[in-house]
């Protein structure tokens, strides 16, 4: 069965500092990898995705993530948070490619400090 | 993009009673959704997922009499939530594929007095 750890379950950062939130997977085939957004009382906004090809994926608002599978990671990183960035951050494994039932981490709540 | 709408987005109820939250995808047919329960605080659970003309597909330890499924249309589930009780109380969350991308509704906040 497939699992997603998220270690971090509180991260705090200064406005403008950079930012790496940590994933771990657990698939044994080649993972379809997520992450997820949610501001509080919201939905899920999805911020990028890897299926397969560069290891380096660009999201929106400025966020990266970078494929590892010799770690079984996908690690979600921003050169530089803005307060707007502060949410809960939910990495997420699916099995196949497309509109598959996910499996999600823990979260990890983001807050920003001035 | 392609939107999933839930309504209603908070609903409160008295314990016993049954209560019934939409999922719409507004642009888009799907032919399966899925929902998700979310705790305070904590990550999404798969409660089930719904085929549109077919019976949903519940997660272990989901109770399928309690919480019901219909999927009528490409663009409609329902989930209804059936003799609520306080325990019920929680963030219900769907979603929607089409082109490769999942995508969620808003949520729907559920609180059983």
């Known amino acids: 069965a497939q699992s997603v750890t998220q270690p971090d379950i509180h991260i705090t950062v200064s406005e403008g500092a950079s930012l790496e939130l940590r994933c771990n997977y657990s698939?044994?085939?080649?993972?379809?990898l997520f992450w997820y957004v949610q501001s509080p009382g919201q939905g899920l906004q999805l911020l990028l995705k890897?299926?397969?090809?560069?290891?380096l994926v660009q999201g929106i608002k400025g966020f990266e993530a970078e494929f590892k599978r010799s770690q079984s990671s996908f690690n979600l990183r921003k050169p530089s948070v803005h307060w707007s960035d502060a949410a809960e951050y939910f990495c997420?494994?699916?099995?196949?490619?497309?509109?598959?039932?996910?499996?999600f981490g823990t979260g990890t709540r983001l807050t920003i400090i001035p | 993009g392609a939107v999933v709408s839930q309504h209603p987005s908070r609903v409160i109820c008295k314990s016993g009673t049954s209560v019934k939250i939409e999922c719409r995808s507004l642009?888009?047919?799907?032919?399966?959704m899925f929902w998700y329960r979310q705790f305070p605080k904590q990550s999404l659970m798969l409660m089930a997922t719904s085929n549109e003309g077919s019976k949903a597909t519940y997660e272990q330890g989901v109770e399928k009499d309690k919480f019901l499924i219909n999927h009528a249309s490409l663009t409609l589930s329902t989930l209804t939530v059936t003799s609520a009780h306080p325990e019920d109380s929680s963030f219900y969350i769907c979603?929607?594929?089409?082109?490769?991308?999942?995508?969620f509704g808003e949520g729907s906040r559920l609180t059983v007095l």
């Open positions: 890897y299926f397969s090809g560069d290891t």
């Open positions: 979603s929607a594929g089409t082109t490769g991308e999942l995508f």
């Open positions: 997420a494994v699916g099995e196949n490619f497309g509109n598959e039932k996910l499996t």
């Open positions: 698939y044994g085939a080649t993972p379809y």
């Open positions: 642009d888009f047919q799907a032919t399966t």
